[in-house]
Nanobody
Framework: QVQVLESGGGLEHTGGSLRLSCTVS????????AAWFRQAPGKEREAVSY????????TYAASVKGRFTTTKDKAQNMVYLQMNSLKPEDTAIYYC????????????????WGQGTTVTVSS
């Protein structure tokens, strides 16, 4: 059974950094692609980043490009989202999703989802 678990959320000031982690149990690191999504209060969920099966390609939403970086750690079997230069508008619940099941990375669908981790950026 595949389970997705996010961690690393918290409270940070504007301009600070956080690193989110995503553990996908039940799959080896090379057996899935993954994406990060976020949902701010009162807003629709939006795609943030995507990383391919090999971990060689990261793709980003325009709102985070140049500030966020997604990587895969093969040794730890983890997917990370390094978030730098945080802004109050980055405040949201962040979700990790695994295995793009057709469609495109921005909209999915993805087979497996985590429960989310909360990021709050104060001004």
């Amino acid at each position: 059974q595949v389970q997705v678990l996010e961690s690393g959320g918290g409270l940070e000031h504007t301009g600070g950094s956080l690193r989110l982690s995503c553990t996908v149990s039940g799959l080896t690191i090379g057996a899935y692609d993954a994406a990060w999504f976020r949902q701010a209060p009162g807003k629709e969920r939006e795609a943030v980043s995507y990383i391919n099966y090999s971990g060689s390609l990261g793709t980003y939403a325009a709102s985070v490009k140049g500030r966020f970086t997604t990587t895969k750690d093969k040794a730890q079997n983890m997917v990370y989202l390094q978030m730098n230069s945080l802004k109050p508008e980055d405040t949201a619940i962040y979700y990790c999703a695994a295995i793009l099941d057709g469609g495109n990375w921005l909209q999915g669908p993805y087979r497996h989802w985590g429960q989310g981790t909360t990021v709050t950026v104060s001004s």
